[in-house]
């Protein structure tokens, strides 16, 4: 099994960015503990972080050819882009969607997601271990499919 993690805008600057929010964990540090996770459950990662729309795209249009599914942190582009949403139910892949904080506790604006209606489901909320929760369910969703 091959999963596409894919990050969206800003969480390059995860360890520096409002770490109050997102904690101080950085993008290579969840990257190389969802890597010993793969390990564990025998499975592939491959990873892609882009601030542009077009990109995070590109890739999940990739991934429906190389990829079971796809761990996804929209980031902001979760409460806007239709554009995403759309790619993701284009490609049928199994994705889970998932957050360092919990959406549902902050602005209103981040209440809503584009993305929650073509996902498995959403992890929110426990900073690095959304990510890794995340995985274990789309490892156990595809394995049961
Ligand atoms: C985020 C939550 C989003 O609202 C925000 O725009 C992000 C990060 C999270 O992981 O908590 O950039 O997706």
């Known amino acids: ?85 759309d790619a993701l139910s284009a490609v049928g892949i199994p994705c889970v969607e998932v957050h360092l904080s919990n959406i549902h506790r902050r602005e209103t604006f981040r209440h809503s997601s584009m993305v929650a209606p073509v996902a498995v489901g959403q992890i929110c909320g426990f900073g690095k271990d959304s990510y890794l929760l995340g995985l274990r369910a789309l490892f156990n969703h595809v394995k049961n499919i």
């Open 1 to 85: 099994m091959k999963f596409l993690v894919l990050h969206g805008p800003n969480l390059n600057l995860l360890g520096k960015r409002e770490p109050g929010i997102y904690g101080t964990q950085t993008l290579e540090n969840i990257n190389s503990s969802l890597v010993e996770l793969s390990s564990v459950l025998g499975c592939e990662l491959s990873f892609f972080q882009s601030n542009s729309e077009g990109e995070l795209i590109d890739n999940i249009q990739a991934a429906a050819r190389e990829c079971d599914g796809i761990l996804i942190n929209p980031a902001a582009y979760t409460h806007t882009s239709i554009a995403i949403s």
